[in-house]
């Protein structure tokens, strides 16, 4: 077990499953995330401005690595190895934010291109960052919120065994509409090893 943040190298590791892998992002990878981060409908729910150009998304990547040699945060990039799909191409990102070492607690978000959406590429994703962040990182707990209309997210988060902890009001504020979070909370104690 990994339980110190400066146990890891220099990048993330790979994390496969049946049909998606998890894998660390670089510069080559800017174009993939602006298509994806440039569409209202995918960061409507997710507190965080919409990318407005490559730069953009060049200075994302950048911000991400600088997160991941500060241990605060941890993204990387999904790739579907299905038949037909695009080689190594970016469809979206899961991430753990907001790491406390202290506290061995992570924020947990994802988010998918809109073209990729119910194909069931989440729910396969979505196990293999909570297990590295419990079985490999040591982390103790997990947390994630999802507003109330984000019918995909809050089934996907309650599928893997998160508790409702709480009703946030008025949480965010994004392109200018206010949105209420329902939060979640999920235990080590609560994922049973090799779930995924
Ligand atoms: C949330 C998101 C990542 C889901 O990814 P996905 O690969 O489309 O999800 P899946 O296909 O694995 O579906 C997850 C579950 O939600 C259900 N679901 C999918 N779309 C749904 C919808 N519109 N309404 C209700 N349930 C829905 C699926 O049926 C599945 O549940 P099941 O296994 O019981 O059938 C994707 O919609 C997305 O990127 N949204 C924008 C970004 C975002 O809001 N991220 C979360 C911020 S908290």
């Given at each position: 077990?990994?339980?110190?943040?400066?146990?890891?190298?220099?990048?993330?590791?790979?994390?496969?499953?049946?049909?998606?892998?998890?894998?660390?992002?670089?510069?080559?990878?800017?174009?993939?995330?602006?298509?994806?981060?440039?569409?209202?409908?995918?960061?409507?729910?997710?507190?965080?401005?919409?990318?407005?150009?490559?730069?953009?998304?060049?200075?994302?990547?950048?911000?991400?690595?600088?997160?991941?040699?500060?241990?605060?945060?941890?993204?990387?990039?999904?790739?579907?190895?299905?038949?037909?799909?695009?080689?190594?191409?970016?469809?979206?990102?899961?991430?753990?934010?907001?790491?406390?070492?202290?506290?061995?607690?992570?924020?947990?978000?994802?988010?998918?291109?809109?073209?990729?959406?119910?194909?069931?590429?989440?729910?396969?994703a979505v196990p293999l960052l909570v297990g590295y962040?419990?079985?490999?990182?040591?982390?103790?707990?997990?947390?994630?919120?999802?507003?109330?209309?984000?019918?995909?997210?809050?089934?996907?988060?309650?599928?893997?065994?998160?508790?409702?902890?709480?009703?946030?009001?008025?949480?965010?504020?994004?392109?200018?509409?206010?949105?209420?979070?329902?939060?979640?909370?999920?235990?080590?104690?609560?994922?049973?090893?090799?779930?995924?």
């Amino acid at each position: 077990v990994q339980s110190k943040p400066h146990d890891l190298s220099h990048r993330l590791p790979t994390l496969r499953a049946p049909g998606v892998e998890l894998r660390w992002l670089t510069l080559a990878d800017a174009p993939a995330l602006f298509e994806i981060f440039s569409e209202p409908e995918v960061v409507r729910f997710l507190g965080v401005p919409r990318l407005r150009s490559r730069a953009d998304a060049d200075r994302r990547i950048l911000d991400t690595h600088a997160a991941f040699n500060d241990r605060t945060l941890f993204e990387w990039g999904l790739v579907s190895t299905e038949w037909g799909a695009a080689p190594g191409a970016v469809l979206g990102t899961c991430t753990l934010a907001d790491i406390s070492w202290p506290n061995r607690r992570a924020q947990l978000g994802f988010a998918l291109g809109r073209a990729h959406w119910g194909r069931g590429l989440m729910s396969r994703a979505v196990p293999l960052l909570v297990g590295y962040a419990f079985e490999s990182l040591g982390l103790h707990r997990l947390e994630a919120d999802a507003d109330p209309r984000n019918a995909a997210s809050l089934r996907l988060i309650e599928k893997l065994g998160f508790r409702r902890e709480g009703y946030l009001r008025e949480r965010y504020i994004q392109e200018g509409e206010i949105q209420d979070a329902v939060f979640y909370g999920l235990l080590r104690a609560d994922w049973p090893v090799q779930r995924s």
